[in-house]
């Protein structure tokens, strides 16, 4: 399995609504990342974790929740989203954080928040 | 800190042709990695190519074949014989060979490529 699996592709939801975007994949990769990104603009990190433990956040607002339950799993929570933070949300693992192999990302989950 | 410039927002190949996409960074470090990232409109990012910086030797991959300078600090992208599949935003993306750096990915504002049947 050499797959990233991100559900839901595509996710509407209001501004008082909490929903979670769930992120798997089975290769053994040690380094989980989360990504925000924009039309026609570049990704931008969330947070990266690894083994398990969160290691970087981007400063982002506490609306938006990581957790990693474990090793091929990685969650994030939403909750009072605000019509700006609407983007494509991509996760992206690797085999570790200093190793100089690419990501693979999954396909991404479409949010709206109306 | 470290950047990643594409200057190239768009850019149109005839198919069959070929065409170069232009990336240059920023840093002071001397341990990296560079890629190329593609991203057609079914939107997932996919892994063109990837060059180590200590490496002189330039990655190829097929069809794709970059031209890195590490005086110049450039890694432009030559795609050969251009196909229709070939279309999509192609990202140029930087990764610290340090651990303190969290593995994380530089990416450039991006280039959209289409191919001309």
């Known amino acids: 399995d050499t797959e990233v699996t991100q559900t839901p592709k595509h996710l509407v939801m209001g501004m008082t609504n909490k929903k979670s975007l769930k992120c798997e994949q089975h290769m053994g990769h040690r380094a989980m990342y989360w990504y925000k990104q924009k039309a026609k603009k570049p990704p931008e990190l969330m947070f990266v974790?690894?083994?398990?433990?969160?290691?970087i956040n981007e400063s982002v607002p506490s609306r938006f929740s990581p957790e990693c339950p474990n090793s091929s799993l990685l969650n994030l929570h939403l909750h009072a989203l605000q019509p700006e933070d609407s983007a494509l949300y991509l996760c992206?693992?690797?085999?570790?954080?200093?190793?100089?192999?690419?990501?693979?990302f999954g396909s991404g989950t479409r949010l709206t928040v109306v | 800190a470290q950047t990643v410039t594409q200057s190239q927002p768009e850019m149109s190949v005839q198919e069959a042709e070929t065409v170069t996409l232009s990336c240059t960074y920023d840093t002071s470090e001397s341990d990296y990695y560079l890629f190329w990232y593609k991203q057609p409109p079914s939107r997932q990012m996919i892994l063109v190519i990837r060059q180590e910086a200590y490496k002189q030797q330039n990655a190829t991959e097929n069809r794709f074949s970059v031209n890195f300078q590490k005086a110049a600090k450039s890694f432009s992208l030559k795609i050969s014989d251009s196909q229709l599949g070939d279309a999509a935003m192609y990202f140029c993306a930087y990764r610290s060979a340090f651990y303190n750096q969290g593995g994380k990915l530089i990416f450039g504002q991006g280039t959209e490529l289409s191919v001309k049947p």
């Open positions: 974790y690894s083994y398990e433990k969160l290691s």
């Open positions: 992206a693992s690797s085999q570790e954080v200093q190793a100089g192999y690419g990501y693979t």
